[in-house]
C-alpha cells in the first residue's frame, strides 16, 4: 500500500513540473514577442510552437525539459530521443529549473537542438570513459544520460536567439567540450550529429 502511494506521489509531482516548465516558457515566450501554443501530448519533439509577432512571421518548435533545483550542479534527463540531431534550423530546447522554493526564481536556458544534442553526449561520454576511473565502475549508457545545468550556463535568458537561425546560433558550450568532440575515440560526438562532418569553432 506504501508503495502505491510514493508511485502515485512520484507521477503526479513529475506531471506537475512538466506542466509548470511548459506554461512558464509560454508565457516568456510571449513576453518577448512571440504567439505560442502547447501542442497536445503525443507531438514528438515539441511542446510549443511559436510565431514571431512581428519579425515576418518566423516559426519556431520548442521542447521543454523541467527540473526541480536551481544548483549549478543539477541535471537534466536526456536520453537517445534528445540526442538525435535537429530535423530543421528552427529546432529548440528551453531547459527549465525549477526552484523548490515556490517564492524562488524560475531558470531558462535557450539552446538549440543540435547544441543540447552534443553537450548531452560529450559529458555523458566524459564521465563514462573519464581517466583514471576504474574500469567497470561506470557502465550507463547514453540512454541515462543527463546534462548539467552548469554546461548551459552562457544559454540562461538567451530568448533573442530564437530570433535566428539555429544553425547559426553562437556555440555556447563550455570550451573544452570541443576537445572531446575531437576526441574521438573516447568522446567524441553522437551518431549522425552534423557536427562530425565539419566540427565548428568555439
Request: charged fraction near 25%; proline fraction near 8%.
Amino acid at each position: 500500500m506504501r508503495t502505491l502511494v510514493f508511485t502515485t506521489a512520484v507521477a503526479v509531482d513529475t506531471k506537475q513540473t512538466k506542466s509548470i516548465g511548459e506554461h512558464y516558457v509560454a508565457s516568456m515566450l510571449a513576453r518577448n514577442g512571440w504567439a505560442p501554443a502547447l501542442t497536445r501530448d503525443g507531438l514528438a519533439r515539441t511542446d510549443i510552437l511559436a510565431v514571431h509577432t512581428a519579425d515576418e512571421r518566423r516559426m519556431i518548435e520548442v521542447q521543454v525539459k523541467s527540473i526541480r533545483g536551481v544548483r549549478r550542479t543539477d541535471s537534466w534527463p536526456l536520453g537517445l530521443k534528445e540526442q538525435a540531431p535537429a530535423r530543421s534550423d528552427h529546432e529548440w530546447f528551453v531547459l527549465v529549473a525549477i526552484d523548490p522554493d515556490p517564492a524562488g526564481p524560475m531558470r531558462c536556458f535557450v539552446v538549440p537542438r543540435n547544441h543540447v544534442a552534443a553537450a548531452t553526449w560529450i559529458e555523458h561520454m566524459h564521465w563514462l570513459t573519464e581517466p583514471g576511473v576504474e574500469p567497470g565502475r561506470r557502465n550507463v549508457g547514453p540512454d541515462r544520460a543527463r546534462a548539467s545545468m552548469a554546461v548551459f550556463a552562457r544559454y540562461e535568458n538567451r530568448w533573442d536567439l530564437l530570433l535566428g537561425s539555429a544553425d547559426q546560433a553562437p556555440i555556447l558550450l563550455p570550451p573544452e567540450y570541443r576537445d572531446y568532440a575531437l576526441d574521438v575515440d573516447r568522446v567524441g560526438l553522437p551518431p549522425e550529429h552534423p557536427w562530425r562532418i565539419a566540427l565548428p569553432v568555439w
